[in-house]
């Protein structure tokens, strides 16, 4: 099942952006390192581009709305899961402006970003759980083999942690992962120095 396979990927490349994310502004915090401001705008930016424009799209499309036609089962957490991907614009810009009011060295930014990151970084880990734990098993109890294989063609065919449909102007996702990770600091990436778009 190509569809799990890619949407447990996704799961795990968003996590370990919040991870370093948190690991980061952790260590900015404490004194320990001094803010590297291009790198958390860099990683924020990511998010946006590709769990909350790509990852819940087609969450919806192939998995979600495909199971509500076949059971009433886990209604209400599948209603709450597509609210909650309906709200990603305003998630992200709650991100977004703390971040530019702390990048302005407005007092108290530094602390107003880092609660809502926490803020950001709570509600991803209830609504993956709630996804991994809840739906999923349904997923394997109700879909058929034609559910399954729509969803494997339309989450291959949009997987851009492997670099498909990569076209012109498409941002590369696995290399800006992989330039995010490498870029955070130790024990995270290899605190390769101040983040800068190549
Ligand atoms: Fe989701
Ligand atoms: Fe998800």
Do not use: N
């Amino acid at each position: 099942m190509e569809a799990m396979r890619i949407l447990m990927d996704e799961h795990q490349s968003l996590a370990a952006i919040i991870h370093a994310m948190r690991h980061l502004i952790g260590e900015i915090g404490a004194g320990r390192l001094e803010a590297d401001q291009g790198l958390l705008a860099a990683m924020v930016h990511y998010l946006e581009a590709y769990p909350e424009k790509r990852h819940h799209p087609k969450e919806d499309r192939y998995l979600f709305g495909p199971l509500r036609q076949r059971t009433g089962e886990g209604a209400a957490a599948l209603e709450r899961l597509e609210r909650e991907h309906g709200e990603a614009e305003g998630r992200i810009q709650a991100l977004e402006s703390a971040l530019a009011c702390y990048r302005a060295g407005q007092a108290g930014g530094f602390e107003a970003f880092r609660a809502a990151f926490d803020t950001y970084a709570t509600f991803y880990r209830e609504h993956m759980l709630l996804e991994e734990r809840e739906v999923l098993p349904l997923l394997h109890q109700y879909f058929t083999a034609e559910d399954w294989a729509r969803a494997d063609a339309g989450f291959l065919a949009d997987d851009p942690l492997r670099g498909t449909r990569t076209g012109k102007g498409e941002e590369d996702f696995a290399r800006i992962f992989t330039k995010l990770v490498e870029a955070a600091p130790a024990p995270i990436g290899l605190g390769a120095g101040p983040y800068r778009e190549a």
